[in-house]
């Protein structure tokens, strides 16, 4: 977060989340389909060298969420994650989908910096 701060960049769970739903949306588009944001989800839990960790219903959940998706629980059970519970799980997701565009580094900078200037637009520094 100090690294963030000098850098005059936007609050890393910020960006994360910017960052995450873009990816979210470039995975899936506007494809509503469950079983493929719960194999997706399996694969990451797999993929991931601390998988294991990922919550799977509170991964899926937060997909479902940001692509509205009206499953039942998804809002009872994003309501009741903490900011730091969020943070991690798209954090982790946001791994798998992005090692799955298999972006170039050029690619992957521009797509954090459109994350980024999201995330000050969203949140203005003062």
């Known amino acids: 977060m100090e690294e963030f701060d000098r850098q005059g960049k936007g609050t890393p769970v910020a960006i994360i989340a910017f960052a ?3 990816a979210v949306q ?3 588009g506007s494809r509503r389909d469950l079983s ?6 399996a694969d990451a839990r ?7 960790d990922l919550p799977a219903k509170e991964a899926e959940h937060l997909i479902c ?4 998706i009206e499953v039942p629980g998804v809002e009872e ?6 900011l730091g519970t969020v943070a991690e ?3 982790q997701l946001l791994f798998k989908l992005i090692a799955d565009e298999q972006m170039s580094q050029e690619q992957l ?3 954090l910096m459109k994350a980024e200037r999201l995330a000050n637009e969203w949140q203005p520094q003062a």
């Open 26 to 28: 470039r995975r899936f």
């Open 65 to 68: 969420a940001t692509l509205d």
């Open 109 to 111: 900078n521009e797509f």
């Open 46 to 52: 797999a993929f991931l060298s601390e998988g294991r």
């Open 77 to 82: 059970t994003v309501e009741n994650l903490d």
């Open 20 to 22: 995450f739903n873009l």
């Open 36 to 41: 493929e944001i719960i194999r997706f989800v």
């Open 89 to 91: 799980i798209e954090g």
